[in-house]
């Protein structure tokens, strides 16, 4: 059988990313029709857009992208590409598994580090509801808030305050604790937590953890663990003892900040694979940026959107590939030899590999076997 996936090569490294990720899956013999597509500052020279109707198009029709990272043109067009891709397609989950390979340089090696980090996507500050200070309706929006506010005021005049709204609905936090608590039987977990801040925002943080603690309801008789943390002491219990710790999930922007604390107990954004899920599709990607000043030095570490790759492989139901593609990305780095500068000892180290040379690497371990 066959699939039909969209390739978003991307700019910076992203087309060496895409190359190197594209030859690992390819390694594992599951058949994929790969429909390339190009997005970011170069296509926008050529066409106006660095997201062409092509792209879209493209991923309606097939469901399922591996993206490399595209850089955001900066002071015009998309707020945020990657946030339109989110919006637009309705991916209202991001998924960033945080697991360390030994060989990654970490000071939690020893630790056992395996985390899930699910966050929900549409709503909270990401939502973008946004007034600038210093507009006639923010300062009427202040105003209105003031009047109708039962407690706590606005005390800063509308000509030099900006607010931002963060809308937390039932619907979109029953889908996003749902999501994590499937997941989380799908792929063997343990333990959902839900982290929050409702000691302090009562309302929509505290609406996070009603709903929350309702869906766990659901999954009572499943054999997975619910628990609930603050989001300050979560981070500090990550650092403390991350091993305690299986799936979390979260609002938009604690899961933004968690994600990339999760993804340095493992050796930084570099190893982090992510995936974002809705209802009709899914895209995957590496959760770096397209580093420019890299490009076509064939240098950057392939790992993140290998792993992406790999995570793609489960979620079109080729488990066993994707267990052998994990396997030989987790040899070459316990390997230590075919590796990129920054995961040897040494970031100098004369025996770094290449962004091409350690994918080769890692289909010679998928054609050995191992």
């Known amino acids: 059988m066959s699939h039909e996936v969209t390739l978003i090569t991307g700019d910076g490294v992203g087309p060496e990313l895409a190359h190197a990720a594209r030859k690992c899956v390819d390694a594992t013999g599951v058949q994929i029709n790969w429909d390339v597509q190009e997005a970011g500052l170069k296509v926008m020279e050529r066409t106006g857009t660095p997201l062409p109707d092509g792209v879209m198009e493209s991923i309606g ?52 580090v395996d985390l899930v980090i699910v966050r929900e996507n549409t709503e909270d500050l990401y939502a973008g509801v946004e007034f600038q200070a210093g507009k006639p309706e923010t300062a009427e929006l202040v105003d209105y808030i003031n009047r109708v506010a039962t407690d706590r005021k606005i005390n800063t005049a509308g000509d030099e305050t900006g607010v931002s709204i963060k ?62 943390r603050i989001v300050d002491n979560m981070c500090m219990q990550l650092v403390q003892k991350p091993e305690l ?18 993804a340095g107990l493992v050796g930084g954004l570099g190893v982090a694979p992510g995936m974002n899920v ?39 139901e080729q488990r066993e590939a994707a267990d052998r593609l994990e396997a030989a990305v987790a040899a070459v780095i316990a390997e230590g030899k075919d590796v990129t500068y920054d995961m040897k000892p040494h970031r100098d180290d004369p025996t770094a590999v290449g962004t091409r040379q350690m994918a080769e690497a890692i289909c010679r371990k998928l054609e050995a076997g191992v």
């Open 61 to 112: 029709r097939t469901g399922c992208a591996l993206k490399a990272p595209i850089t955001t043109p900066v002071g015009k067009g998309f707020r945020s590409i990657n946030v339109y891709l989110r919006q637009q397609l309705g991916l209202f989950a991001c998924v960033r598994p945080c697991k360390h390979y030994p060989g990654v340089r970490s000071f939690f090696a020893d630790r056992a």
């Open 278 to 316: 809705g209802p009709d599709g899914a895209v995957f990607e590496a959760t770096h940026g397209s580093a420019p000043k890299y490009e076509g030095q064939n240098k950057v570490n392939p790992t993140a959107l290998i792993l992406s790759g790999m995570l793609m492989l489960r979620y079109l």
């Open 167 to 228: 809308p937390i609905s039932v619907s979109g936090t029953e889908r996003i604790v749902r999501y994590a608590f499937e997941y989380a039987q799908d792929n063997g977990r343990k333990k959902v937590t839900a982290v929050h801040k409702a000691n302090i925002m009562k309302y929509s943080d505290g609406l996070f953890l009603a709903t929350a603690r309702k869906v766990a309801e659901e999954f009572a008789h499943s054999g997975i663990e619910f628990e609930d």
């Open 245 to 262: 710790y299986d799936v979390l999930v979260l609002p938009n922007l604690y899961g933004d900040i968690v994600s990339d604390l999760a």
